[in-house]
Structure formats: C-alpha cells, structure tokens
C-alpha cells in the first residue's frame, strides 16, 4: 500500500480562501442592506458563527462593511466610495448613449447598470416622459434570474463565469436561466416580461466595457406599451450595442 503525504494548505490558499469568503459574505450584504445579523449570514455562508464574526469584524476594521445598533450590516462607506466612483464614471460614459435610446423609443425609460456579484447595481436613469411609467432609482439593485438587466448581464459572462453565477441559484431557475442564456447570445437581446415586476416588461443589451465591468443598459415600459413598441426598443438597443462608450 503506498502511503501517501498529505498536503497542508499553503498561506497563499488560506489568504485566497479568506478573500473569496469576504466577498461571498459583502455579496450577501450588498442584497439586503441593513437586514442581515451575524446569524443570517452564518447561515448564508454555511460558515460556524465564529469563523463568520471574526470575518465580519475584519470587514467592518477596514470599513468594507457597517454594522448598526440592532446587529444589521450594510455595506461600509469605504466600498460605497469605491463603488460610486466607479458608477459616476461608467454613467457620465455612457449617457449620450442611453439619452439617444430615450429619443429613440419615443421617451421610455433606460437604465443603466453595472454587475456586482449576484445583482444589478443601478447607476443611472433616464425617467420616461410618459404619465404611465416605470421607475426604479440610481443606487437601487436587482436581481439577476428575473431582470432583463441580470439576464443580459450573464450572457456577458463566459461560460465558467455564467456557471459560477448560476450556481447560487436552484436547478429549475439555473436550467431555465441556462435556456435564456443561449437565446440572448444568439440574439443579443435579453427580456423580462412581466418577470420582476407585474406589469412592466423590459428589454436589455449587456457589454464588457473599460475595466472589464459589464455594464447593462435596459428600457423597462408598461407591458401594454412594451408589446406595441417592443421592436423599435429592440432597434434602438441594437443601435446602443455599437456605441463607443463599451471600448474595451
């Protein structure tokens, strides 16, 4: 019988291993700011909850994440400063580019989003001049499976990215969301109807742009409108998929 040596972990593998926890654990936090204590982010993390607050209060000592009072974390002002950054300049890119997707579409709404972990961060909007209108806010993050935003956001992604993303979600969604995938890189459209929000529908285009970020833009419309404007939104999101402002 050969006996074998068993191979300790190297410095360098713990130090990954703690970077990809923090992330998982800011991932979690950036999803529901303000809600989640130490016990729910345990749970979250399939972490013991001592290997979870001493990565928590890490987090907290380089100002990576905030804690209030009652023991809810939220994201701390030195990665909100990172992130805002980053989102002023992506949106002061890309503006002339969403403003002629609004003149296009006849004054819908367009949003522009950027990925972050396992949602959509918003960093700017063009409010629809209709009465009838959907409206989201600058700040604001959604969901990847139910968003015309997320779903064009990983088709962006390469195949070992896509897969690592779907992974935090069950087998049906994954499956469907794997479906979708292939249709929006055939086509360079993603969609959401009546998926996120009932009554609103969406269509939206995802890039790489500078810094290797995928930024999204999408125009959300009331359902009824969307079904009658629904190819001049196509066009004019394919004419937004040349634009300059994705130069890599």
């Keep these: 019988m050969a006996i074998r040596e068993r191979k300790l972990p190297t410095n360098r593998d713990e130090g990954i291993q703690v970077l ?41 000592e380089v100002g990576l994440a905030s804690v209030d009072n009652r023991g809810h974390f939220s994201l701390g002002e030195r990665l909100l400063g990172f992130g805002s950054a ?14 002629r997707v609004a003149t296009a579409t006849g004054g819908e709404t367009v949003d522009l989003s950027i990925l972050r972990g396992q949602r959509m961060l918003f960093v700017d909007q063009i409010e629809s001049t209709h009465r009838l209108r959907a409206v989201s806010a600058v700040g604001i993050r959604f969901p990847l499976d139910t968003t015309a935003n997320g779903k064009a956001a990983l088709a962006a992604l390469d195949d070992a990215g896509a ?8 087998d049906e969604v ?21 998926e996120h929000t009932p009554g609103i529908s969406a269509a939206a285009i995802a890039r790489r742009a500078a810094g290797n970020k995928v930024v999204a833009i999408s125009v959300p419309t009331p359902t009824g409108r969307f079904r009658g404007k629904e190819q001049l939104i196509i066009a004019a999101l394919r004419a937004a998929a040349d634009s300059a402002a994705w130069a890599r």
């Design 20 to 60: 990809r926890r923090a992330a998982a654990a800011l991932d979690e936090i950036a999803t529901e700011p303000g809600q989640l204590r130490l016990v729910d982010l345990s749970e979250r993390l399939e972490l013991a909850k001592s290997t979870t607050r001493r990565l928590l209060v890490g987090l907290v």
């Design 86 to 99: 980053t989102g002023a300049h992506v949106a002061a890119k890309f503006r002339p580019t969403i403003e």
């Design 163 to 170: 897969e690592a993303a779907l992974a935090r979600f069950d």
């Design 174 to 194: 994954a499956e469907r969301l794997r479906r979708e995938i292939a249709d929006i890189r055939r086509t360079g459209i993603a969609f959401d109807r009546d």
